[in-house]
């Protein structure tokens, strides 16, 4: 079964930084999809940024960019110029060619310092 | 427009009671889901309907029946709520089963049982 860890339970990051949040995962399958949600203190759910895998180029979203080292099987999440409003609670995501769910990881809760 | 709506969006109520969530997306997605954040934000799929059929069923307890009277809509009946059923639920829809296809999400019922 696939599974998805977040080893960071919080991270801190100060305002007009950069901070990178990890994520691993299992997987025996060669096609899928990553995927970062956020979700700040309104428990919106927020898509962030994806990832196909059988591309190599890394995906960005302006200040999101991510690392996605396929063999190592790790998909990092890379916030640059940090904004207050970027604090909230990062999922990282699996969603695989069978019925589409998508595999969540633990969260890393993420703060912005002024 | 609310792309993916859930009413209510609190639930207080007490054990043994019977509840339902509603959700109802205007994308036009052919696929819907729920699920699960538990009190330590660990996000898990119940259920996915496609085109008003069971896809996905994540050994739910049978107290829980989800119902799709259209492609637009996906409810969630729960008979005789524990204490254990108290989360965050969230309703989600894609256009499709397939793996590449983003999962926009409601914003969540908090559903609290007394």
């Known amino acids: 079964a696939q599974t998805v860890t977040q080893s960071q339970p919080e991270m801190s990051v100060q305002e007009a930084e950069t901070v990178t949040l990890s994520c691993t995962y299992d997987?025996?399958?060669?096609?899928?999809?990553l995927f970062w949600y956020k979700q700040p203190p309104s428990r919106q759910m927020i898509l962030v940024i994806r990832?196909?895998?059988?591309?190599?180029q890394n995906a960005t979203e302006n200040r999101f960019s991510v690392n996605f080292q396929k063999a190592a099987k790790s998909f990092s999440l890379k916030i640059s110029d940090s904004q207050l409003g970027d604090a909230a609670m990062y999922f990282c995501?699996?969603?695989?060619?069978?019925?589409?769910?998508?595999?969540f990881g633990q969260g890393t809760e993420l703060s912005v310092k002024p | 427009d609310t792309a993916v709506s859930q009413t209510p969006k609190y639930l207080v109520t007490q054990m043994g009671n019977d509840k339902s969530i509603k959700c109802e997306q205007n994308?036009?997605?052919?696929?819907m889901y729920w699920y699960k954040q538990d009190s330590k934000k660990f996000l898990k799929i119940m259920f996915s309907?496609?085109?008003?059929?069971?896809?996905i069923n994540e050994t739910v307890p049978n107290r829980f029946s989800p119902k799709s009277p259209d492609k637009a809509h996906l409810n969630l009946h729960i008979n005789s709520l524990e204490l254990g059923d108290s989360a965050v639920y969230f309703c989600?829809?894609?256009?499709?089963?397939?793996?590449?296809?983003?999962?926009?999400f409601g914003p969540g019922t908090r559903l609290t049982v007394l």
């Open positions: 989600a829809s894609s256009q499709d089963v397939r793996w590449w296809d983003t999962q926009y």
């Open positions: 997987t025996s399958e060669s096609d899928y999809y």
């Open positions: 990832q196909e895998a059988y591309k190599q």
């Open positions: 995501a699996y969603r695989h060619n069978q019925g589409g769910k998508l595999i």
């Open positions: 994308l036009g997605h052919d696929t």
């Open positions: 309907y496609n085109n008003k059929e069971l896809i």
